[in-house]
Every structure is written in C-alpha cells, then in structure tokens.
C-alpha cells in the first residue's frame, strides 16, 4: 500500500509563516486557456503572491475535475514548479458556470484585457482592488482573450498599459503583473482592517511582507527553481 508523504517540518513551518499574508477571498479564473504552461506559470504566480484559489474555465475538458487528480498531473506539477500541490484549483464547464458559482458565493468579478472592453475600463495602477470584499480577477485565453459574456458580467476592465509594438502580454506574465498589485492593495488593506468597509481599523497595522531574513527555499517545495 502506497504510504501518504506528510509534509516535511520546515515546509509546513513555511506554510503557517505565510498564512497570514494571503489574501483573502481572492480568486484568480483562468477563461478558456489552451496552454498548459501558461496555467503553470498562473499556478505559481498565484501561489507565490498569496491568492486564495484559481478557477479554470475548460470546456475542453482538458483537466480534471479532482482537485487530488490535478495535483498530481505532471504538465501541471512541472510548470508550476509544484505550486499546484499548495494552491485550490478548480474547473468548471462554462464561463456562466463559473459566474453562476461565484456570484452566489457573493464574489464581483473583474475582467482583464489589452483592449478596452464594455463600460468601465481602468488603468492597472489606477484601480482600486479593495473595494470588493469578495473579488474574483479573470484573465482571457490567449487567442481570443477575454469573451463578451465576461466582460458583461463583471465590474470593470483592468488593462496594463502597453509602450511596445505589440498588442498584448503573454497569459503568464499579465497574471504575474495584474495580481501583484491587486494582492500588494488587498495586503494593505488587510493588514490595517478587521473588517469590510475599512471598520476595524487597527491601532498598529500588521505587516505586510515578510522579513527577508526568514525568506529562503524550502526543500520539498519546488522540483527545481528555474
Ligand atoms: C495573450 S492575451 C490575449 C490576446 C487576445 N488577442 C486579446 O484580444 O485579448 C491573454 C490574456 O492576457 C491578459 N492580458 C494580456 N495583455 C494584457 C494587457 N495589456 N492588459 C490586461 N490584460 C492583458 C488578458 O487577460 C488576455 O485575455
């Protein structure tokens, strides 16, 4: 019989040393992606910056719907550098599937684009990522980019400003940049607030990074560090 691997001492020490500093009810969703590196890359981004979950609309049926199942998934496990053994990933059959679930649990949705989209559009550093207790970013497919009955069904569009010849960033690299500043906002929030609606506001705010001297790499965390 196969023996259940517990984690070891110095990885799970780490994982209550971060606990803290994530960020709460902050779901990254992932619309139609096509490629398995590219959803690595978000895995691991959403895992080194404190993001609660990720939640992959796959019509495809690409990936499974055993959470278990996907952690072991090698393209998954490799790509993410692991990071996909830490971190909830969730699948859902269609775009409205995900939106039907996340608005009953009381998440807003914000959308992301290279391109203006639908009525509300905002520069990345200029959003407020505070405003919604419960918040849920989606990043688009990498050929199409975001659909029209996303783009309906959220808040606003969130675009990083492009200085190049290019139309667009990679799917990976865009996640990378929009959550740092969504989980930086959602950090401070969370370190001077109890509570919604900036109530609870603490007398010493809480830090908001952890300090350098306890940073460092964990055995057993990443198959390799690339
Ligand atoms: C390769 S891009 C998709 C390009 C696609 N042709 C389009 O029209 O959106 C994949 C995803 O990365 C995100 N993305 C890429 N560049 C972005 C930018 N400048 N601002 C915001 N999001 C961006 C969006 O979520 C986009 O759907």
Request: with cysteine.
């Amino acid at each position: 019989m196969e023996e259940e691997t517990k984690p070891k001492r110095g990885v799970r020490s780490r994982a209550n040393e971060v606990k803290p500093f994530r960020c709460k009810h902050l779901i990254a969703v992932l619309e139609c992606p096509s490629d398995m590196r590219n959803i690595g890359t978000v895995v691991r981004n959403v895992n080194a910056l404190g993001v609660e979950k990720v939640y992959i609309v796959d019509p495809r049926r690409a990936l499974s719907d055993d959470w278990q199942e996907l952690r072991d998934r090698k393209s998954l496990s490799k790509t993410s550098v692991s990071a996909v053994k830490w971190t909830f990933v969730r699948r859902f059959d269609s775009t409205d599937e995900c939106f039907d679930h996340l608005e009953k649990k009381g998440f807003r949705s914000i959308v992301t684009s290279p391109h203006v989209k639908g009525k509300t559009n905002v520069i990345l550093h200029e959003g407020d990522y505070t405003a919604f207790t419960k918040l849920a970013v989606w990043f688009g497919s990498e050929a199409i980019g975001i659909s029209d009955a996303a783009v309906e069904r959220s808040e606003m569009c969130v675009n990083i400003p492009m200085f190049g010849m290019i139309e667009s960033l990679n799917l990976g690299t865009s996640s990378g940049i929009v959550l740092y500043e969504v989980t930086k906002q959602r950090r401070e929030y969370q370190s001077r607030f109890r509570r919604r609606k900036k109530r609870g506001e603490r007398s010493t705010p809480l830090p908001t990074v952890i300090p350098p001297k306890s940073h460092g790499l964990i055995a057993g965390i990443g198959d390799d560090y690339s």
